[in-house]
């Protein structure tokens, strides 16, 4: 198989409520890449396309050239900081409609196990893709809000006690410290600020395990960051996260290289 695509995040869904499986949207269909494990993938670089404007400028961050990165509301600091919402007060910030529609729903304050407990904040409706994508092997949830701003400011108080990033580099080996989301749950309980407090989860016991396509993980990374003339090829082993898994221990990170349109061969 060949085509040419324009580099998205892969979209993911669990089967048999565990069991990751992945798929990669191009212009006129999708490729299942379970299928592709274990096969030889080839990545030639063949420019860029904005996600925004679609025009062939070099990718900024998240996909989108400069300009549009600091002018869609999809890419504003609250997304990145939900504490930053304001859409609850009537107060835009790039475009109220938009912020409105996507902060002004449930949200959900989980904990989730990549390479360590962390806290996250994602929507109601992102559950549990936000997790797939952060290569997490189980995650509960703690909150549910009904707006961003909640959400945000509560993470903001638990990070305090628990971490917020993952090291995807142990992530990546599968490399995992143990960790019982539920205890931590509950000792993290008292730390939640009191505007929050009715959105605590207190009959939510239950975490969500999940199972990647995985043959093999590396023991040592090389990060592959498509750019200009630049091609790759070998054996894919798995896919975890956003990344792409190869026998010589390159990785791949579809979603950090959003907006990259490429030619992908599958033998």
């Excluded at 085509?3 to 409520?17: A, G, Q």
């Amino acid at each position: 198989m060949q085509l040419t695509t324009v580099l998205k995040k892969m979209t993911s869904e669990l089967i048999n409520h565990h069991q990751v499986s992945y798929y990669l949207a191009t212009s006129d269909h999708f490729i299942n890449m379970n299928q592709a494990i274990n096969c030889k993938l080839s990545i030639d670089f063949k420019g860029c396309n904005c996600l925004n404007c679609q025009e062939d400028k070099k990718i900024y961050r998240q996909g989108f050239c400069y300009n549009c990165f600091y002018k869609s509301p999809s890419t504003a600091d609250w997304i990145i900081k939900p504490e930053l919402s304001k859409a609850h007060l009537a107060i835009e910030d790039r475009d109220l409609d938009y912020e409105k529609k996507v902060q002004l729903q449930p949200h959900i304050v989980y904990l989730a196990l990549s390479s360590n407990v962390k806290i996250g904040v994602t929507r109601k409706t992102q559950v549990p893709t936000r997790w797939i994508d952060q290569g997490a092997t189980k995650a509960i949830e703690i909150l549910e809000t009904p707006n961003r701003y909640l959400a945000g400011i509560t993470e903001v108080a638990l990070k305090k006690y628990v971490a917020d990033k993952t090291s995807w580099q142990k992530m990546l080996k599968n490399e995992i410290a143990e960790g019982d989301l539920l205890e931590e749950k509950e000792r993290l309980k008292q730390y939640i600020p009191a505007e929050a407090m009715a959105y605590f989860l207190e009959s939510q016991h239950t975490e969500t395990h999940i199972e990647y396509p995985v043959l093999e993980y590396p023991t040592s990374i090389q990060s592959l960051k498509i750019d200009r003339d630049i091609n790759y090829s070998g054996v894919l082993k798995g896919i975890k996260g956003q990344y792409l898994l190869f026998a010589d221990g390159t990785v791949f990170n579809i979603r950090g290289n959003e907006g990259c349109r490429v030619q992908l061969s599958i033998d």
